[in-house]
C-alpha cells in the first residue's frame, strides 16, 4: 500500500466492510433458518423405562403431539410371540424393544385406518378400534381388518435404561429393515 491513491484504500475499505456485513448476513439467515430450540426438544422425548413396572397395563405418553402407547410385557406375553402356532411370531418378536433385560411394547396410538386411538382391553391383551372394529394384539399387530397394517414405531434409540424418541438408533433401523415398520 506504499504507493496506494485514496481512491485504491477506500476501495479496499468498502471492500473489507461488505465482506463483513455479507458475512453476519450469511450468519443471520442461517440462523433464521434452523429451528428454534423449542421445536427441538419437541422432536425428542426421553422415556425412563425402568418407571414402567406393571406389566400389561398401558401407559400414553406424548411425542409430537402424537399419543405414545408404552407397556411392559409379561413374560407369558414374551412366549407368546415365541411359540410356533403364532401366526404372527416372527413380526411380533421383531417389533418388541428390549431394554435391560424387559421386553417393551411403543407405538405411536393411533390406528393405521382413520386414526382414532384405539383402548387397551388388559383382558383379552388386544387393542380394540371402536370406529371400525379394527383389533391389533398386544404387540401392535393387526388380528382383524380394516387397519392395513400394525401400529407405527417412532424412532428410538436406547440409552442404557432409556428411550429416546424421536432419534434413530440401530435397533430401531433394525426394525425397518425386518418391516416390522414404516
Known sequence: MKDSSRRG???????????VGAVGSLYAMKKSWDPLPSVKAAGFTTLDMSQYTTP???IVEGWRGKPIFVMKLTPEMVAKTKAADNKYAKKDQNRL???AGEHFMVCIGLCTHLGCIPAYRPDKEDFLCACHG???????MVTKSPPPRGFDIPPFKI????LVLGEKGPEYEKMLADHATL
Open 159 to 162: 440409552v442404557g435404561k432409556t
Open 56 to 58: 400389561n397395563k398401558v
Open 9 to 19: 484504500f477506500m476501495g479496499k475499505a468498502f471492500g473489507a466492510v461488505a465482506g
Open 134 to 140: 379394527g383389533k391389533y394384539d398386544f404387540s401392535g
Open 97 to 99: 424393544i428390549e431394554v
